[in-house]
């Protein structure tokens, strides 16, 4: 069996009609090969497609290895660094709500592409229970793939894959099965009512999806089909199966083996490799027709590619689809799985981009022309509680850190000197440079050198004006300073110019 990358998709076969079949969905921790039983040995250890080509079936097997799978996200999980969060506006980014969005858009664009190179598509679950959460999914995967249209249908036309891929932009719709790996464990040896099971949920994921309308009458036009006629849904019943890495299990065969007594004889349900089969050698017989309704004969297509033209096609869709741009910042229109998927985002980016001139103004209202550090805080505290209140979620760190920037913007134009005087009262003009004095505002009452008058004087910012000018001052408008005997005392004199 060869096995090769989508990124870089070999001359692998020259057969003129092969099957595909692409293996999406989740899977456990421990058994992280989602492709048991068709694929006995895949290891999966990097995020995107692995290609395996089974020659002698003629089947392309194609895996997909997302975030979806427990193991790659422990893994993702074990290299986070809390530590790494440098900014206000990089710990946004940080937020759960933010990744978990771009988790899902990147596990999206693994899954379209699958969608587009398949016929036969198996949605895979661990557990018995269809996760609802594949709606989304499924929606965001639809919008990108027309999204991608014009690029796609523009890069298979010069990529010469010709036949189906030119005139409708893929083979076929696909297909899409659902695999269960493990049954409820009272029906496990009860082939009957696993089998009513089996079709109970096939009704009720075909209501669901029909409901959901991501399948349609028409084919040609969805993303996928699920069959009319024939079975969709299986539901392993075998625990030892889909588990053959399991030690527990290995045992168990051998003590089984050692001891001689016969086994359980195995129930006569098909396997899932057979229940694939069936679907494989449709598509190699007639090609699968889904439609419903009138427009059923007129708009059906089906090819088996040459492995040669499927080749020629992978390498011209898998960097389209693969590379798209992750998701926007701020102000930036988003992408259709953006928009899908990221809905926490972008409802906490619509809040904080509404509250946040409303908390601007509530900075701005009532302000003087001037004012000080004291009261630009108590002002902003008043604009952040406003804010706090009102935006929520991811994005309003951001939107903190915004409100924080234009507030200080604001009182730069407006701030006072605020410089201290001798006495510690700050400077109440508008901030000003060296030409102009400071000034507190604050004045005293102070006696002359002779005590027997008083004058007003300003708050001193320099010791020589507090100790001598006011008292030069003074003595002027002061009858008896002037008649009073001076005596000069010797005042320090340096003689050399760098005196300390
Ligand atoms: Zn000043
Ligand atoms: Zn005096």
Redesign the pocket.
Known sequence: MKEFSIKDVPDFSRKDRIVVVGVIGKSEYEYPNKTTPLLPTVNCDEIGIKCYWDERSNILYLHATTYLDAKQLTELACNLEEASKVSEKDADDTHWLVASGDLASESCKIFALIFHLCHIVVLSSPSPVFDLGYLQLFKAIDAYRNELLPQTTEALASSGAGGTWDSHGRTCCPRLLFHFHRAPRQLRRNPAALKRLEHSVEDQLYFILRKARIITNVCAKSLFAIPKNEEFVYINADDAAGRARDVGSLLQGLIHLCSGVPQEPPCDRPSFKQFVGGHVELARVGGFDDNVGKYAMTTSFFELPSAHSWQLAARALAPIYLSAPRAPRDDEPGGALYDALATDVRFSQARCAKVLPIAQASYMEGLPSHYSSQHHAHKLSIAMSVLETMGRGPRAGGARAALRASCEAAWRARRL?E?PSLTDHP?H?PQ?DGTRE?SSGVRYVHACDCGRSKASRDDPYCVRRANLGFYEDAAELCTACPTLTRREFPVFQPTTATYR
């Open positions: 000197c410089a400077c003009h000003h400071h």
